[in-house]
T-cell receptor, first 114, second 111 residues
Framework: DAKTTQPNSMESNEEEPVHLPCNHS???????IHWYRQLPSQGPEYVIH???SNVNNRMASLAIAEDRKSSTLILHRATLRDAAVYYC???????????????FGQGTILTVHP | KAGVTQTPRYLIKTRGQQVTLSCSPI?????VSWYQQTPGQGLQFLFE???????NKGNFPGRFSGRQFSNSRSEMNVSTLELGDSALYLC??????????FGSGTRLTVV
């Protein structure tokens, strides 16, 4: 499985933007970039995903580098409720041994200060 | 709409016993996956089921098994429990190739 590298932790102040980086230099052409987050005492929650183009939804934006070797999850205005562990995951859509599974790394612990 | 429901929420078992955990997916979701989460290993994939068939399996010993019923509900079983099996067990469901919706998990403690 292609691997991702994320910083162990990041901090932000409330109502400020947060940029969470992810490196995935071994990404293949069939890998989608997914972000999930896990709030305390809950299961992971889908945030956003993309393949090549930048993506926006109500929760966040995803900026993908032109060579696809890195991406950045952008929270436009962090709130205290955004404090969580954020996971950047490459999801292989080509099938094979990666079918149906998400390979989680250690993720980035985001702390949001009031 | 109802989310992914896992039962029980908490469980305490003794070494050597076996345990069965249950997962009810979101209505219409036919794929169910199971994950184990521990402080040391993080989130690790156990297996995924679709249409009552196991489609993929992670690197866990044969003591870990699962099944899926015709209504898409799934169970996972762990036999001969070890202390190291203490973990949060998470179930996730999805529709087709869509994204995963996770339950809140079952916290298993083996003593």
């Amino acid at each position: 499985d292609a691997k991702t590298t994320q910083p162990n932790s990041m901090e932000s102040n409330e109502e400020e933007p947060v940029h969470l980086p992810c490196n995935h230099s071994t990404i293949s052409g069939t890998d989608y970039i997914h972000w999930y987050r896990q709030l305390p005492s809950q299961g992971p929650e889908y945030v956003i995903h993309g393949l090549t183009s930048n993506v926006n939804n109500r929760m966040a934006s995803l900026a993908i580098a032109e060579d696809r070797k890195s991406s950045t999850l952008i929270l436009h205005r962090a709130t205290l409720r955004d404090a969580a562990v954020y996971y950047c995951i490459l999801r292989d859509t080509a099938g094979g041994t990666s079918y149906g599974k998400l390979t989680f790394g250690q993720g980035t612990i985001l702390t949001v200060h009031p | 709409k109802a989310g992914v429901t896992q039962t029980p929420r908490y469980l305490i078992k003794t070494r050597g016993q076996q345990v069965t955990l249950s997962c009810s997916p979101i209505s219409g979701h036919r794929s169910v996956s199971w994950y184990q989460q521990t402080p040391g290993q993080g989130l690790q994939f156990l297996f995924e089921y679709f249409s009552e068939t196991q489609r993929n399996k992670g690197n866990f010993p044969g003591r870990f098994s699962g099944r899926q019923f015709s209504n898409s509900r799934s169970e996972m079983n762990v036999s001969t429990l070890e202390l190291g099996d203490s973990a949060l067990y998470l179930c996730a469901s999805r529709r087709g190739q869509g994204d995963y919706t996770f339950g809140s998990g079952t916290r298993l403690t083996v003593v």
